[in-house]
């Protein structure tokens, strides 16, 4: 007796499709360094569960042609941790938060630089040192500068970026004449739905801070949680947004729902919407560094080796009030993927970004109309 299964459609060698079309438009002008279009940016979020091997292959391509095999470990040092004045709905620390996190005032800078010793002991090339509140006041920042140079003193080729909330004048200055190399501060979500996550600021005042450090030469560090309720508009919205900042590295964060908050009953996300969120980073960041921050254990789960052909570095060990998997286990995904972590002396950046720098030909001191 015939069966009477069908057998699935195989489509003809070489059928285009929309999708195909899609990813190597993508692909393409991430190689050329082009920003995709909002167009673009949303059908790739639109695409469905079956299409999602192929999102994270083309992505691949554009992370593998700036960053090899490599991932860069990134450690994250507590200073200060709970009782913060702000009310980003998302933070255990936030103003209100009954969360039963560890709350403490200033480590010492000793205590600081043995936690930084052990991170760079085991592969970290970037020591993140944070600490809540609204932003520091001078003592604060004459703290932190210090550990700042201790760190140095004992490894001067380790990255350490500093996030310590709003900066006032001279703050950035002071602290990039200690030797911190970055300044750390997230835009978080779009800026239509900034109202809906805090009140206490405002989304223009993250813009300003990362411009301020901007200007005194801290490289800027700015990415996004995700998670909190937005829309494709709105992971799209801050994804542009970040892209007009420039910077030099973009965490990307997945909503930790902690009880206690009032973000803490949701849990929006799965494993193939991360991926594509972080696709769609690769493709708009595709020489930066896409990091692959807060949540990623308890949102991608199983599927976090295939991130790591998306993001070209990682937050190794715990967070800021939550923990996350051990570092030997982290070490191991890596290795088990087929990448190897990134050197202190490597750099992570590629090095001709000259093509960038457009020497002016217009305006002042020529014949030709001003780019106005």
């Known amino acids: ?207 300003d801070t990362l411009h301020t450090a901007t200007a005194a030469g801290l490289s800027p560090c700015s990415g996004a949680i995700f998670g909190m309720g937005e829309s494709d508009e709105d992971v799209v919205s801050v994804a542009y947004a970040l892209r007009e900042l420039d910077p030099d590295s973009v965490p990307v964060n997945f909503l930790i729902p902690f009880e206690g908050t009032p973000l803490g009953d949701r849990w929006d996300l799965t494993p193939a919407r991360c991926l594509r969120i972080l696709a769609l980073f690769r493709f708009l960041f595709p020489d930066v560094e896409v990091r692959l921050a807060g949540g990623r254990e308890i949102h991608l789960r199983t599927l976090q080796p295939l991130a790591l052909h998306l993001a070209n570095a990682v937050f190794l060990g715990d967070y800021l009030t939550s923990e996350g998997a051990p570092g030997a286990a982290d070490l191991a995904m890596i290795t088990d993927a087929g990448f190897t972590v990134e050197g202190r002396a490597e750099t992570t950046l590629p090095p001709a970004r000259a093509e960038q720098v457009a020497l002016r030909r217009r305006g002042a001191g020529t014949d030709l109309p001003a780019n106005t």
């Open 1 to 207: 007796m015939e069966s009477m299964t069908s057998t699935p459609a195989i489509p003809a060698p070489g059928a285009h499709t929309e999708l195909d079309a899609l990813l190597s438009a993508l692909v393409g002008g991430a190689l050329e360094r082009r920003t995709p279009t909002r167009e673009q940016a949303l059908a790739l979020l639109a695409t469905g569960d079956d299409a999602l091997l192929d999102v994270v292959a083309a992505a691949g391509r554009v992370r593998r042609a700036f960053f090899g095999r490599r991932v860069k470990l990134n450690y994250l040092v507590n200073m200060k941790s709970g009782l913060c004045p702000e009310d980003c709905f998302y933070c255990s620390q936030r103003l209100g938060s009954q969360a039963e996190i560890l709350k403490y005032s200033w480590i010492a800078p000793e205590q600081a630089c043995a936690l930084a010793a052990k991170a760079v002991g085991a592969g970290a090339k970037r020591v993140c040192l944070v600490a809540s509140g609204r932003g520091p006041s001078d003592r604060d920042v004459t703290r932190v500068a210090e550990t700042v140079a201790a760190i140095k003193d004992g490894t001067p080729d380790v990255e350490v970026c500093v996030c310590l909330g709003l900066l006032q004048d001279g703050q950035a200055a002071r602290l990039a004449a200690a030797g911190a190399d970055a300044y750390s501060h997230n835009l978080n979500t779009a800026e239509e739905k900034y109202a809906d996550i805090c009140t206490t600021h405002t989304f223009a005042d993250r813009v």
